[in-house]
């Protein structure tokens, strides 16, 4: 996917820039503030890297003039400021998420995954239930009862797959290709390393899953029993 | 922190209403006196006059009869005498030989005044124990058989004129109190009105805002304008210290800032290329300690930045599940072991709390990252909860916690209990921090077969 990243210090911008190229994306990248305003203007991108501190314009401002024009691209912030000072934050101006320099690239690469998947997804406001399990896949968060819990890729596509059709029992091999698509190489193992982690996760909800002996896997939501 | 003045200064207040009321006594005090002086005066002038009277009308009455001198009294000069009712008269007449011719002939006689012997003067005396004023009437007979002075002398008690002078001081006492406290009121209400715009000065200082450093304007009279001039020169300075730390902190945000995450970009870089075995183990070691770096300069900026803003920002009323959350979802990474479970836990009623929210999210962030750090091995859970007056903030791990004796060294700057391993730094030292300019506090639960919990107490906002 495109990617835009505005950050004027070279060292940095090359090492996100070639991060990200490494893993199949196109990234253009721009050190100056203003030249990058005027690019975001005709060209759609997927993702939009934005330091604060640029010559030209600074990241805020790129900010503003993006959600005025009513672009929705998601945005990730680098910042380098102390919030001494700060009376708004990057996300009260419509960022979608932030990371304060130095930060971990791990980090940056998988916030950044998890923005441009947000985005392509397009999903609508859709909350899907099952007992006490509550998911709401736009802003992929996940309740049990009152308490707010935080999966991991996987185990919230793996939760989603099941949550969308309480009672029915999927096998191993439908849940390997809902999760890891055609082209990884996965084993049925894997599927029972996520069953488990997300077993753990939901613990203490009243709804459950349960394991059927030679087939697969459901979910009970546990309010009938 | 007010340090106490040792001494307490008096107010002007009461400075100037001690002086005044002194100088208004002293004055009451000569005024009496001159009244008393002038009553004493005149009631003699008076009373004075009647006895004069008395005596010429006695000393008239004197005649030759048959050769001899004889007395007829008259009445009318012991009415005159008789309109001081309470007091009583003595008189003698004494014939031109120097006999006494009637009366009290043991009345002394008034020293004749020098030179013209005949002058009417009334004089102090005392008789048969008795203060009274004493005066002498002089007639001179010319007559064939009776030739020479005859004297009548005559005598008063002093009740009468001790009364009316007592009446008049009395009257002009009373007079010159009221005046007195007419004027001391006058004066009070005069100080407290010139005293008033001291008074409107220090009420607009306190009132300000505690981040508002601009000039104070309130319109005072002349005197007060060095006064004013001061707090404006003290607060100008101060501003400036405060916009320098600000600045000096911003820039070495940015400046320790930029070059650490090119340094890590480098290392990163590094990372994916190809190296023997021990180069390795020395790449890690770089690695571990950039990020020790990072994490140490982060929690640094971010102390500073706490205290400036506990002495420089309005709190305001937020709703702490919102910046607890937002903390949990900035401080929890998405590269997390994903076998740890990581939950948030709110009530439905949103507690709000009197705070900095960007403080407040400094001060959970970094309790949740030292739980990630050191103490969570399967499960983190933060959890917003309120009470009748207070709202809490819990993080609590599975992690082995930290046992009681520790708790102290744990919120002070830098403690570590193995210094070599990542400290917990400044982590527990910023909530604490935060805590406390929140009026809250910072504090731990023993370690229990759940986990280990850090609680930020907060008062509640209603």
Known sequence: MRILLVEDTHDVGEAIAKRFEATGHAVDWETNGRSAAEIIDFTEYALIILDVMLPGMDGFEILKSIRKSGNAVPVLILTARSEIDDRVSALDLGADDYLVKPFDFREL??????????????????????????VDRATRSVHVGQREIQLKRRELTLLEVLVARPGRVFSKDELLDQLFGFEEAANANAIELYVGRLRKKLEGAKAHIVTVRGLGYQLVSGDAS | MHPEPS???????????????????????LLVSAAWYYADTAADKAYDRLLVGAALQMAESLAVEDGKLSVRLPAS?????????????????????GRTLTGYDDLQDPSPPEG????????????KGEDVRITRATRVLADPAVTGRAYVIVAQTNEARSALTRELTLRATILVIVM????????????????????HLGTAVRRRDPHDLTPVSVNVPREL??????????????????????????DAAHQIRTPLTALTAQIDLLGSGKMSKADRQHFDRVKE???????????????AMVIHRADSVQLEPISLVDVARRAWRAAVPITVDPDIVVSFEAPEDRPFVLGDA???????VNVIDNALRHGARHRLEVRVSAGETQALVEVEDDGPGIPPEGWEKAMQRFSTSKSHEGSSGLGFAIAQEVAKAHGGSLSFRPRNERGFVVVLTLPLYC
């Open chain 2, 77 to 97: 000069a012991f009415e005159l005498l008789g309109l001081a009712d309470r007091d009583r008269i003595f008189y003698r007449v004494i014939d031109t030989n």
């Open chain 2, 289 to 303: 300690r950039t990020g020790e770096l990072s994490r140490l300069t982060n929690q640094l900026l971010s102390h």
């Open chain 2, 358 to 364: 960007v403080s407040l999210r400094e001060a959970i």
């Open chain 1, 109 to 134: 690469e998988a916030r950044a995954r998890v923005l441009m998947r947000r985005h392509s997804g397009g999903e609508a406001t859709n909350l899907i239930k099952c007992g006490d399990i509550a």
């Open chain 2, 225 to 250: 304008d060095p006064f004013v001039g001061s707090i404006n020169h003290f607060m100008g300075r101060l501003g400036e210290r405060v916009d320098l730390l600000q600045r000096f902190i911003a």
């Open chain 2, 7 to 29: 001494a307490h200064q008096p107010s002007l207040f009461a400075r100037l209403a001690r002086r005044i009321s002194l100088v208004l006594g002293i004055g009451a005090a």
């Open chain 2, 180 to 199: 007195s406290l007419l004027a001391f009121a006058g004066a009070m209400l005069a100080i407290r009105y010139a005293l008033q715009p001291v008074e």
């Open chain 2, 116 to 127: 013209n012997s005949d002058a009417m003067r009334v004089e102090e005396g005392t008789y």
